[in-house]
């Protein structure tokens, strides 16, 4: 029996007795039902194991890059969201289709390389093309959450969601995070700060143009995330008020200054782990002037969040963990969380050359991407908010497919 986390072992003299140990993880948890089997993190964490999406960051997995792992008990979706038909003929979505990334004018070019196509512009048109000829299937990854505002409501664009992953909070509770699958629209924070101009090619989206208005951290006043409009007011405003606020969870999210985005592993030390940005640390520029960090530039505390690099980074197949950010838009392919567009991170980036710092061009992974300000504020993109559910929630239906997602009310 297994009571107060001890194991009593019931048996007689006579009796041959074989006592097995799990890890003490939350999966199991779920699995041998010491914990909630009807929330919704027992419902995801119930796959664990069967579903090879989902891999759990101990830093101590047979599953996959156990030394690249976050380290932090998490269980993070990783991967492509197309499966290879012929697994005995390809390996990878890459040996049918190539990216090529055109660096002077950051435009990606794509080939389909089981026949002899010229290279295109279009990222959907490719990969329909793909699915069309059986080379593909979409919808691996079932991660989809649908959030309505009411329990008859279909799910539209702006209520589905996708769960980054399964974290543990201080309390030593399990939380499930999300990122908004499209990006936020005008109607649901309010009219961007400056024109989009967005580029549409590398688009897997389904909002045209005029409907993604791009952001930046404030509104052309020198400040950092946690202390700007976009945080306060956009984010942890008029999106939170068209939510359930008392489903989502109170959070504590950092800024960092000095991310390093030569590896997941990496990446995630220097924005949340041991070798983020700290208090008084000189890693936050005002006026061009490199200054000491104070705490309201590095830590928000709210509901409402951007997505980190590392999420980014995590979301490839594990093979791909490693893989320095400058080379990563060759594999954008194997990584669900891909949606095309420049996007905000929460975090910051300090260039040594010119001690600027930019907000990480996710698009372009890593790269300052030709914005001209000075300022971190000033640079602009779409966003996805990210927010976790509390623990206790539950889904009432949908498996995580695409088309029948997981749904919460």
């Known amino acids: 029996e297994y009571q107060d986390n001890n194991v009593y072992v019931k048996t007689t003299s006579s009796d041959r007795c074989y006592v097995y140990f799990a890890k003490d993880t939350m999966a199991n948890k779920c699995e041998l039902g010491y914990a909630d089997a009807s ?4 419902t995801i964490l119930k796959n664990y194991g069967k579903d090879k999406t989902l891999f759990y960051h101990d830093g101590n ?39 090529t990334l055109n660096t002077s004018d950051w435009i990606n070019n794509y080939k389909l390389l089981y026949k002899d196509s010229e290279e295109k512009l279009n990222l959907k048109e490719v990969i329909t093309e793909a699915i069309n000829d059986g080379y593909l299937k979409e919808n691996k990854i079932k991660n ?14 702006d209520n589905l969601y996708r769960i980054i992953g399964v974290f543990p909070n201080p309390k030593g509770n399990y939380e499930i995070k999300l990122i908004k699958y499209d990006y ?34 404030q509104n052309g006043i020198d400040g950092s995330y946690p202390t700007g409009d976009l945080n306060l007011n956009k984010l942890n ?30 990446a995630y030390d220097t924005e949340v782990g041991i070798q983020k940005s700290s208090i008084g640390e000189e890693a936050c520029t005002y006026n061009l002037d490199i ?20 999420e980014y980074m995590y979301a490839s197949k594990p093979n791909y963990w490693n893989i320095i950010s400058d080379n990563l838009p060759y594999f954008i392919l194997s990584n669900w969380f891909y949606m095309g567009h420049t996007e905000l991170t929460i975090t910051g980036y300090l260039e040594n050359s010119t001690h600027n ?40 239906s949908g498996d995580g497919s695409y088309l029948n997602p997981y749904k919460l009310v």
């Open 144 to 157: 989809f959450v649908c959030i309505p505002t009411t329990i008859d409501e279909t799910c539209s664009n």
């Open 61 to 99: 997995s047979i599953d996959s890059n156990s030394d690249l792992e976050a380290g932090d008990k998490s269980y993070r979706y990783s991967g492509s969201d197309y499966e290879i038909v012929d697994k005995n003929k390809y390996q990878n979505v890459e040996d049918i289709i190539k990216v």
């Open 237 to 266: 405003g008029t999106f939170l008020s068209k939510l359930d606020s008392n489903k989502i969870a109170d959070h504590t999210w950092y800024s960092s200054r000095n991310a390093n985005m030569n590896g997941a592993k990496i």
């Open 184 to 217: 936020a629209t005008v109607t649901q924070i309010e009219t961007g700060y400056y024109s989009n101009g967005l580029y549409m090619d590398n688009y897997r989206g389904n909002l045209e143009p005029e409907q993604i208005a791009t952001y930046a951290w």
């Open 291 to 310: 200054i000491p960090c104070r705490e309201e530039d590095l830590i928000a505390h709210n509901k409402i969040g951007l997505m980190y690099y590392h």
């Open 357 to 396: 710092t930019y907000i990480i061009d996710l698009n372009r992974l890593g790269r300052t991407g030709g914005h001209s300000s000075n300022y971190f504020n000033a640079a602009t993109a779409a966003i996805r908010p990210t927010f976790y559910l509390k623990s206790d929630v539950s889904f009432i």
């Open 39 to 42: 929330s919704a993190v027992c």
